[in-house]
Nanobody, 131 residues
Framework: QVQLVESGGGSVQVGGSRRLSCRAS????????MGWYRHTPGKGDACKLV?????????SSPDSVKGRFSISRDNAKNTVYLQMNNLKPEDTAVYYC????????????????????????WGQGTQVTVS
């Protein structure tokens, strides 16, 4: 059974930093595309791309987080990290880890929700509040 378990969420001050972790089990982690998305409550169900990391090491992220957020992975620990710096109130959201990109014609940067089948596996989410 595949599980993605996020941790590291919480409250942080504007301009501060936070690192989220996503530990995967039940998958060949080193051969898996991974991603972080976020959902902002009160703004519909849309799930927005934060950053992805391909098996080959390529990353993709929107301009809203470029230069502030970064992704990394530790294959020995089956864990992917999201380092968030210079946090802003608009970064307040539930952050989700995803694994195994399937696409299926989906808009890579905006998904219908953070359980969309474009990614085969999703974590349960972790709340980050910036104020």
């Amino acid at each position: 059974q595949v599980q993605l378990v996020e941790s590291g969420g919480g409250s942080v001050q504007v301009g501060g930093s936070r690192r989220l972790s996503c530990r995967a089990s039940g998958i060949a982690f080193g051969d898996t595309d991974m991603g972080w998305y976020r959902h902002t409550p009160g703004k519909g169900d849309a799930c927005k791309l934060v950053v992805t990391l391909s098996m080959s090491g390529g990353t993709s992220s929107p301009d809203s987080v470029k230069g502030r957020f970064s992704i990394s992975r530790d294959n020995a620990k089956n864990t992917v990290y999201l380092q968030m710096n210079n946090l802003k109130p608009e970064d307040t959201a539930v952050y989700y880890c995803a694994a195994v990109w399937r696409g299926g014609g989906s808009d890579f940067e905006t998904l219908a929700n953070c359980r969309a089948p474009a990614w085969k596996y999703w974590g349960q989410g972790t709340q980050v509040t910036v104020s």
